[in-house]
């Protein structure tokens, strides 16, 4: 049963298992809500938990998590851990609150983190980089154990949870994609695995998918080092992008065809991203162009020796820049396109319903939603025009 209160804004702490790896940055979205919040009230009640419903004892696989996750803080009246609404919470103290509507329930960690993965996503996106983790720390909570549980009493059990622990990998991630996409297709179960994949990047190839604001100061430096524009960002947020596909691609076949330690696989992408990136490029631009210089670099790296290696990226990354330049250095004087904030708020709304769309009719692929949302516009327009 939900119980709904008004709690003192000092009773609420984060809670380890939401998925907001930067609650509160103080930007424009977020002067906004605080604002919206100061003259219209709160509308939507934060979801918190008991903080005696926490397992804090948890062990999450993190050494190469991109960035720190909040964990709970030491204060001393918290009474209650915020699973969702944190950006709310931070808001509502800006402007002046002392207390905020809350809705309390009982949840492991389990609950609490597919809680706070779904309310977010339908508040404002989570990046790409942070849905992938929190699927991936679900994951780490379900996934298969060599601990017999049926034997272990339950304070031995793995994360002394109480939950089901899947017997394999497939069972694992048809669950992750049942709660996620709404089944366990093939197709879902390719999403969960490739965002999985994505989790599994070293951290700062993480950080290419992460809001620019929640970058560390040492991402940040790290990225522009590599002519990596850190105000930016790569990825569509739920829908899995091509582009955080394409990295994966890039990275796993560097570190397969590499012979040498000459040419670090990480470091490679990163002056990969930096050199074949342009302002003027759109992100499906960006996609291809890094899927044409991983046919060509496999190439040219599996015909060469391990002392050649470092010589024969170098060439062939330098020529797809060459190449790319001289496109849209010759293009973008006179293109009529105008730049898309992808930070703004009209961009954000048409991304939200777009996914909206997709889940309305049960679509997963972006393409697939372009051709049917094509389709109905020609059938509005053929019965108003009369059309035979």
Known sequence: ??????????????????????????????????????????????????????????TIDTDDFAGERTHIESVDHAEYAIIAGSRRYHAAMQAGYEEVPCKIFRANDLDAA???????????????QEIAQQLKMIYELVRPTDVDLDESPPAARPDGLDHERFDTEREALEYLARQFRGHDGDNAVKVVTEHLETASLPPILQSLFKEPDARTDQERIALDNYGIDTQSKLGSGEGKSGTSREIVALHETLGSVLETDAVDPTDAVLETVGSLQFDEMSENELRQTLREFR???TGELSESSPVEQPEAFSETLQRHSEDAREVYEEVEPVRPFKRVDIMGPETQRHSRWHVQAMRSRGIDTHSELVRRLYEERLEQLADQEGWA
């Not at 907001?20 to 934060?46: C, K, P, T």
């Not at 597919?114 to 790409?128: A, F, H, P």
Request: glycine share 4%; proline share 4%; net charge negative.
């Open 114 to 128: 597919w809680t706070s993965l779904t309310e977010n996503t339908d508040r404002r996106e989570l990046s790409e």
């Open 295 to 297: 046919r060509e670099a």
């Open 1 to 58: 049963m939900i119980e709904r209160a008004e709690l003192p804004v000092e009773a609420l702490t984060l809670d380890p298992m939401q998925s907001r790896q930067q609650a509160w940055s103080g930007d424009e979205l977020d002067q906004q809500l605080a604002e919206s919040i100061e003259d219209d009230g709160i509308f939507h009640d934060i979801i918190v938990r008991p903080l005696d419903e926490v397992d804090t004892g948890v």
